[in-house]
């Protein structure tokens, strides 16, 4: 397995890797400019019918960047990463980020090194030209207790090393039990943020998922200046059955979206603005990211 891998980097994945240009973030003398993208899980099931046609749409409805929410076996919608590069490109898109869940399976305690499955993530993600690699959640298993979430943390901090060395930064997307779950007299999400080297780790912060909570999301961007560069852009609306709440059309719901994103752009350190809806009221998928980014040009977040 270990020569199988190190025949893989020496014919592929290092040339890929020496063309991957840095982030702005990443370089001080660059000029900041947030980009405005959107999350396919808001198009999932059109994705997995036909993901090429679906990608084609999301351009031609003015979109210029993705984010995905799919990657199996070392692809990505069914595509390898160079396939997946080509299939992006062709359509004048790019994906500065991408969801997969790094987990307990991915680090090895005895070697104290990741394992193959997560090397594999971050040298992938470089090949599709991924500024961010993003673990959309945490396993019930890591946060069990404080001292097992301190542990992990630092796991966290190792992974934000190695994205490094590909020009790449590391981040975490947060739900709901981050704000329910709490370790002490903190959050779980204020363990994570207490307890993260902020240039290693960075904040995906969804301001829909909190929403119910008792959280207030323009509060903790306020108290946590710079830490989100990414922002999960989405609304909600009290769920038709009056349990809890499902996201929705930009500007329909109740969420103070944009206050929070404006607090993002100018404190939070938000350069990506990526919208995400995952609930519809009837209307179309695709219809609905269409008006989202409607509502984002009136707001003026277009973006690049």
Known sequence: MQLDRRKFLQQGTLAALATVTLPSWASAAAKKKFITGVQLYSVREDMRKDPLATLKAVAEMGYKNVEHANYVNRKFYGYTATEFKKVLDDLGLKMPSGHTVMGANHWDASKNDFTDAWKYTIEDAAVVGQELVISPSLESGLRKSKEQMLRFMEV??????????????????????????????????????????????????????????????????????????????????????????????????????????????????????????????GIAPLECIKEDLNVMKKWGFKGQ
Do not use: W
Not at 165 to 177: A, C, E, L, Q, V
Not at 218 to 229: A, D, E, T
Not at 249 to 277: A, D, M
């Open 156 to 281: 966290f901090n190792k992974s934000g090393e190695l994205c490094k060395k590909s020009g790449m930064r590391f981040g975490y997307h947060n739900h709901d039990f981050e704000f329910t779950q709490m370790m002490g007299t903190e959050t779980m999400y204020e363990v994570m943020l207490n307890n993260t080297d902020p240039s290693m780790v960075t904040q995906q912060f969804d301001m829909g998922n909190l929403y119910g909570t008792g959280a207030d999301a323009l509060s903790i961007v306020k108290k946590y200046p710079g830490r989100f560069v990414s922002m999960h852009v989405k609304d909600e609306i009290k769920r038709t059955n009056g349990n809890g709440y499902e996201s929705t059309i930009l500007g329909k719901g109740v969420q103070l979206v944009k206050e929070i994103v404006e607090e993002g752009l100018k404190n939070g350190g938000t350069l990506h603005l990526i919208v995400e809806q995952e609930a519809y009221q």
